[in-house]
């Protein structure tokens, strides 16, 4: 009979031994999975809040779904390029506007699929708040859905080119080539476009006020 009420008391101690290391490996687990997940900082969501006092209200991005390598950011200048200049570097998706104090502001952007992409020396013609978006002839013979916007599609928050468009011309000619807003925080980072540079909302029209018409503009 001693020797069952041992073994009964060693069982549960061993039980309760064994739960108790169930729950610090919970709460290990738990520890390990917060530190794993990043936490954005407070200036960051701030640089992408809403903007309800926008023509059309702009919702906050979804930033948590942007790596925060493309985050706005101002780092070293490395391009070489005169104060002033946009520069996109479609290999890494980035733009930097190039500063006069040896630094640049980087932004991070969704570029052209193969095919589609444009590069050169050029320049910002004009620039328009809100624009409506008219498909080139080429994109609705490849997409037929697009034949409604023909002759453009009006402003607003679902529109392709977003809060803000950024025009660029080569030798007076319309390359159809512009830098514009976009909604889809999945796309930053990534080549889906046809061709155009897609910024988050909140991050072109930080860029519309500062870059004025006639801005150089390098695309690698």
Known sequence: MTEMMI??????????SLATLALAGCAVSGQRL?????????????????????????PAARIDLVEPQFWRQVVPDRTGERPGTVVVDTASR??????????AIRYGVGIGRDGFAWSGRASIAYKKEWPTWTPPSEMIDRQ????PYRNGMPPGIGNPLGARALYIFKDGKDTLYRLHGNPDERSIGKAVSSGCVRLLNQ???DLYERVPAGTPIVVM
């Open 144 to 147: 037929p859905e697009l034949e």
């Open 94 to 103: 980035f733009l930097y506007l190039v500063r006069d104090d040896g630094q």
């Open 203 to 205: 991050d072109v029209i």
């Open 7 to 16: 073994s009964r008391r060693h069982l549960l101690s061993g039980s309760a």
């Open 34 to 58: 917060e530190a794993e997940t990043p936490r954005i900082p407070a200036d960051v969501l701030a640089t992408y809040a809403a903007l309800p006092n926008e023509q059309f209200p702009v």
